[in-house]
């Protein structure tokens, strides 16, 4: 199972009508032949799979893992001021291709629809 790295975008949304290229997410996660994450994949891996916050205000950039607990998968982030774990809503049963939406509960707040704009080959650095 080859890691993918998935960009998503803020998507429209009642408070950004137009979205926002300028926030969303960069993650690496392992994904199926039908773009779903893989749980086996994962945890084979798990130590490479990263999720980065990306927002034109620097203190809502965060670093943090894609953590997998029960059925649920989170953004787990390890600095206080990172905020606190992020859930999607069904992550597990999405398939992350250009084009799809996510929905992200960031920081605990109202959930916000995110377009998957970029399915790539992750190349460790």
């Given amino acids: ?3 993918k790295q998935v960009v ?3 998507a429209r949304n009642e ?3 137009n979205g926002d290229d300028r926030q ?3 993650l690496i996660a392992p994904l199926s032949d039908d773009g779903v994450i893989d749980l086996e994949g994962w945890r084979a891996q798990k130590e490479l799979c990263e999720v980065r916050r990306f927002h034109p ?3 809502e ?3 943090g893992w894609l953590t997998h607990n ?4 989170r953004f787990r982030y390890d600095e206080d001021h990172e905020g606190p774990d992020e859930g999607g809503y069904r992550l597990g049963d999405h398939n992350f291709r250009p084009g799809e939406y996510i929905t992200i509960a960031s920081h605990g707040e109202t959930p916000l629809v995110y377009i998957i704009t970029e399915v790539t080959p992750f190349r460790p650095h």
């Fill in 1 to 3: 199972m080859s890691l």
């Fill in 8 to 10: 998503l975008r803020l």
């Fill in 15 to 17: 408070e950004f009508p």
């Fill in 24 to 26: 969303g997410y960069v």
């Fill in 57 to 59: 205000n620097p203190s």
């Fill in 61 to 63: 950039e965060a670093d």
């Fill in 70 to 73: 029960g059925s649920h998968w």
